[in-house]
């Protein structure tokens, strides 16, 4: 018997060494080390507000103003630190038991349950009954975040109902709301001849949407117009909203920095409630408490009364619950135990509201002088008149994109292109200067 001959191991094709080798040779290719090249991920432009600041910094300019950024200033352009601020923040460093364990998913407890009675009222019908839930958020953004990724999941959209915000509306929104996915669209709110409310607009496209749809309004001290409906208003846009079977949103960013009354600008979400709608209310305490930072917000589902709101806000509840826990787990405890302290403390509480009314107080203040300088220099009383009529922290000016664009390279005020200006960037050392330099320009640019 001869020998057996001996196996020989498959040699790979020349064709398939080739291939593997120039796969080998692109992914170490240094003109080629990513797959997320521009056509998969293009670049982003910059935010705009980010980008202002960081433009208004650059700024050598003496003189330069900063009206872009929405956070309060005092006279003397530098943040304020509330005083019942930095007594609660004493009182916690002081606390033995403070510790930096995780709070619960749906946050510190104490906290969310004055925030709800803030909002709502202490004897709102939605505690009374049970048929409200609240989870402690990521600032105000993280609220808007929450509600809207939970809508984006269950709330029953047969037809692809969108959601509505007003034209124009916190810029976050846009973003927020594309990110998962629900359609978007816009209803009139300001009215550019009179630099007020488009009221019939508004209602009118309400009217039209499709039945069901989302409608996102802001509950006072609308960003960026600073142009608030009053209450007749307020109930005839309930009325539209009930008729049409819309689901209510409402973005609460500025109660009691916007009147300093702090039940006064939460009287719409309240009404609301009281007429028995189910809806839903980002909150934030960045504003009212300067906690800018410190990311501390609520979000309050309100579910609508009926012999099961019980079992249907406990089912809620578990889906946010749920939510949450995938995307941050626990939110941060610091914010929420500064505004949590100041909430359920009757001395704190009534020094917070006094804080408050300083900060709206020096606000309008700004309004006042910055209208009778305007119209002191055009010699045309009440041309300015929608300077002191809109609130909050904001006001649209009315000036055009290029008008802004020329304040900036001559004046060096800094805003936004729409004509929006945060009123707290005005104190008595420059809206003097800010006020002659906008009546040259509305003379030189139309």
């Known amino acids: 018997m001869s020998p057996s001959t001996p196996s020989i191991p498959p040699q790979p094709s020349t064709n398939n060494a080739s291939t593997r080798l120039a796969s080998i040779k692109s992914h170490m290719d240094a003109s080629n080390p990513t797959v997320f090249t521009s056509d998969n991920v293009p670049q982003a432009p910059e935010d705009p507000l980010f980008g202002l600041m960081a433009a208004f910094k650059k ?225 934030s305490f960045a504003k009212n408490f300067g906690l800018y930072g410190e990311r501390a917000g609520a979000f309050h589902f309100v579910t609508g009364p009926g012999p099961d709101s019980a079992n249907t806000i406990q089912r809620i509840a578990s889906q946010l619950a749920i939510l949450q826990r995938s995307e941050i787990s626990n939110p941060p405890a610091y914010g929420a135990r500064i505004a949590s302290l100041v909430l359920n403390d009757p001395t704190l509480f009534s020094e917070w509201e006094a804080n408050l009314r300083t900060m709206s107080g020096r606000i309008k203040d700004m309004r006042s002088a910055l209208r009778e300088k305007l119209e002191g220099l055009n010699g045309q009383p009440g041309s300015w008149k929608h300077i002191t009529e809109q609130i909050g922290m904001f006001s649209f000016t009315g000036l055009s994109e290029k008008q802004v664009l020329k304040l900036r390279e001559e004046s060096h005020v800094y805003m936004t292109k729409n004509g929006r200006v945060s009123m707290a960037g005005l104190n008595w050392g420059n809206v003097d200067y800010f006020a002659k330099a906008v009546d040259k320009v509305m003379r030189e640019v139309q």
């Open 59 to 283: 700024d050598t300019f003496e003189k330069k103003v900063d009206l872009g950024i929405g956070a309060y200033r005092d006279n003397n352009a530098k943040p304020w630190v509330l005083p019942v601020v930095k007594q609660a923040d004493e009182i916690l460093r002081k606390d033995p038991t403070l510790n930096h364990e995780y709070l619960p998913i749906a946050g510190l407890a104490d906290f969310t349950a004055a925030a709800q009675k803030l909002i709502l009222g202490s004897s709102s019908p939605a505690i009374r009954e049970q048929r409200v839930t609240s989870f402690q958020t990521i600032s105000g953004t993280g609220a808007v975040h929450l509600g809207a990724l939970f809508l984006s999941k269950f709330y029953p959209r047969p037809t692809s109902q969108p959601i509505y915000f007003s034209s124009p509306t916190w810029s976050n929104h846009n973003q927020i709301f594309n990110n998962v996915s629900l359609p978007i669209k816009t209803y009139p709110y300001f009215h550019p001849p009179t630099k007020g409310l488009d009221f019939s607009g508004l209602l009118s496209t309400l009217r039209s949407a499709p039945l069901g749809s989302i409608i996102l309004l802001h509950a006072c001290a609308h960003n960026p117009t600073g142009v608030d409906p009053i209450r007749e208003q307020w109930k005839a846009i309930a009325s539209v909203i009930r008729e049409r079977q819309h689901f209510p949103f409402f973005d609460c960013a500025y109660q009691g920095f916007a009147s300093g009354d702090l039940e006064n600008d939460a009287w719409a979400v309240r009404y609301f409630v009281e007429e028995g709608f189910e809806l839903c209310v980002a909150q």
